[in-house]
């Protein structure tokens, strides 16, 4: 499920599975001028690549590697900026 919400120029994406008709859990990413701030969870990722189908998107930024932030960047062909990994 996705919802979205304009706030200023920015869009705020929320996304998330429903279990039994409700979310338990929502991830935020946002669009903001062709770029994608986070991607959300891996099991929304082809709702997410749906919406922005016909946005133009450029660039994707990632701001940490928390699987709701960036378990759907699979599903984007532009690149992807991400902090460096520290293990």
């Not at 279990?19 to 770029?35: P, S």
Request: aromatic share 12%; proline share 2%.
């Amino acid at each position: 499920m996705i919802k979205v919400e304009e706030v200023d120029d920015v869009l705020v994406i929320k996304c998330g599975s429903e279990v039994n008709g409700r979310v338990l859990y929502w991830a935020t990413l946002y669009y903001y001028k062709n770029l994608v701030i986070d991607t959300g969870c891996l099991h929304t990722a082809h709702e997410i690549k749906d919406f922005f189908h016909s946005k133009a998107v450029k660039v994707i930024l990632i701001t940490h590697y928390h699987e709701d932030h960036c378990g759907g960047t699979h599903v984007f062909k532009q690149p992807v900026y991400a902090p460096k990994k520290i293990t």
